[in-house]
């Protein structure tokens, strides 16, 4: 996640003398890359994790074919080394290092200074939080990573240890360019590790990846139905509530819709969906036309590229409708004009290269904002928010300063176009993975938005009560007289039946 380059800092790395792991090397490189003055120190003594973990790591390594060494794993060396001018800062990788005079930040991984916690926490099904800890008493950073697998511990580690790696950098660009919190942003938990590896393995994670596997030999991994509804109440957004009056978009269980957009044109209501066949994995933009009876008409494929679409936010602008789909697996966040709307989209522009997902547009004070989360190259898609903004829907896209905005599973990767309520206040709606995946939908308040900061409130969960059977919800979006949300459905294989 490149930043505008901040004034090289002198820092000091330490990392374990023996077994150091891939992860303490690549923040290193990470801060080499943002241009800082990077000197290495050792910790002495053991630092291997024990046996049962790497077996565990390697066993699910093969069964999940995950090739090349992880973020985990083990690496022959990292030299020691000095820097060009003395430290003004320390960054503690080994847990343990000695005080010093100059401001030390340390990582507590679920309230233990030990990286392994982060896999025993994983294992025993929990979601480690990585606090960033000034002089062992201040927290001045903080992290709620997104754990994609649940059922793989060696995968979840990993997914725990990238952003680890993300906070390292981002805190690093706070302190050199004075933005670190002078109060503590959390209460620290240190707590040391809670239980071993192999009882937190055997106990724990074993039963949860054999009743996994159980289920994906019965069940689709993910299928989500879209439902709509045509109402002048007052909706979603206001209630906090589900609510009843949903009609479900029926499929064949073959491949499903998701992220329903709608978009009215000419008095008559569209709503463009991510369209997955199970078959090849990849989906497609879809469109749904509804007739003046507001019966839905059977999907068709508007776009297709490559890769991966999905997330396609529909809008008007400047007297031209566009689409911004999401397409991470291109490495670019490319806008669509529409050439004949609604089949016909040709590739405009691309506003921002990375692992950009679902981004959201909002215009704010006079210039445009996008709200998107970024995976900064390891790990999940769906914890880190960043947020761009523009003169112009062309550009120049410009990363925010404090980018990234927050680290949290909770409320990172947007799940919907922004909104304002009848009380006038601005909501996002935000996926909240606590549960998984997909586990449930909340609204965000936005308190500031601006260049020096990005504010959103805690997200308060949507009601899932009401009529709507799927209530593991994570998109929300009305225009008009229709609204429409997704919700994951339990789907045997071979089948569309529950």
């Known amino acids: 996640m490149r930043a505008a380059r901040e004034d090289m800092l002198a820092i000091e790395v330490i990392v374990p003398q023996s077994a150091p792991r891939r992860w303490q090397q690549l923040v290193i490189e990470r801060l080499e890359a943002d241009g800082h003055d ?284 566009w689409m911004l789909p999401e397409a991470s697996a291109s490495g670019k966040l490319t806008l669509y004009r529409a050439s004949g709307f609604p089949d016909g989209w040709v590739a405009e522009t691309v506003l921002v290269e990375g692992e950009i997902s679902d981004a959201t547009l909002f215009e704010h004070e006079g210039l445009l904002w996008l709200f998107a989360t970024d995976r900064d190259g390891h790990g999940s898609t769906s914890d880190t928010l960043a947020v761009f903004s523009a003169p112009a829907l062309a550009g120049p896209w410009r990363p925010h300063p404090a980018n990234p905005i927050l680290i949290d599973h909770r409320m990172a990767r947007p799940g919907g176009a922004f909104v304002r309520n009848r009380d006038g206040r601005i909501l996002l709606p935000v996926q909240d993975g606590t549960l998984g995946y997909g586990g449930g939908l909340g609204l965000s308040e936005l308190l500031q938005l601006d260049q020096q900061a990005v504010r959103l409130s805690a997200p308060r969960p949507i009601d899932a009560a009401g009529d709507w059977p799927y209530p593991k919800i994570h998109t929300l979006n009305r225009a008009g007289r229709l609204e429409v949300i997704d919700g994951i459905a339990a789907v045997r294989k071979r089948s569309g039946k529950q």
């Open 38 to 321: 990077v000197a290495v120190a050792h910790r002495a003594g053991p630092a291997s994790w024990p046996a049962p973990a790497k077996a565990a790591f390697q066993f699910e390594q093969r069964l999940f074919r995950r090739p090349g060494p992880l973020l985990g794993s083990a690496v022959q060396a990292i030299q020691a080394r000095s820097g060009n001018r003395p430290a003004a800062l320390r960054l503690d990788l080994a847990g343990d290092a000695a005080p010093s005079d100059v401001p030390t930040i340390g990582l507590w991984f679920d309230g233990s200074g030990a990286d392994l916690s982060a896999a025993i926490a994983v294992a025993a099904g929990r979601l480690p939080v990585i606090e960033a800890v000034l002089d062992k008493k201040t927290v001045v950073g903080q992290a709620r990573p997104m754990v994609d697998k649940r059922e793989s511990t060696a995968l979840g580690t990993e997914d725990v240890f990238a952003r680890a790696i993300t906070l390292v950098q981002s805190v690093a660009r706070a302190f050199a360019a004075g933005r670190l919190p002078l109060e503590p942003i959390a209460e620290t938990h240190a707590r040391g590790q809670r239980g071993g590896f192999t009882s937190a393995y055997l106990g724990a994670a074993l039963p949860r990846l054999g009743r996994e596997a159980l289920r994906r030999a019965r069940f689709r991994h993910a299928h989500w139905r879209v439902g709509y509804r045509f109402t002048d109440a007052p909706g979603v957004a206001d209630t906090g509530k589900l609510g009843t009056g949903w009609s479900v978009l029926p499929d064949m269980g073959d491949h499903f819709y998701a992220d329903p957009f709608p978009f009215w044109r000419q008095g008559r209501p569209f709503v463009f969906v991510e369209d997955y066949p199970h078959a090849t994995g990849k989906a497609v933009i879809s469109v749904v036309a509804f007739d003046a009876n507001g019966v839905p008409g059977t999907p068709r494929v508007v776009l297709e590229e490559a890769h991966h679409l999905s997330y396609p936010q529909v809008f008007e602008r400047d007297g031209v409708i």
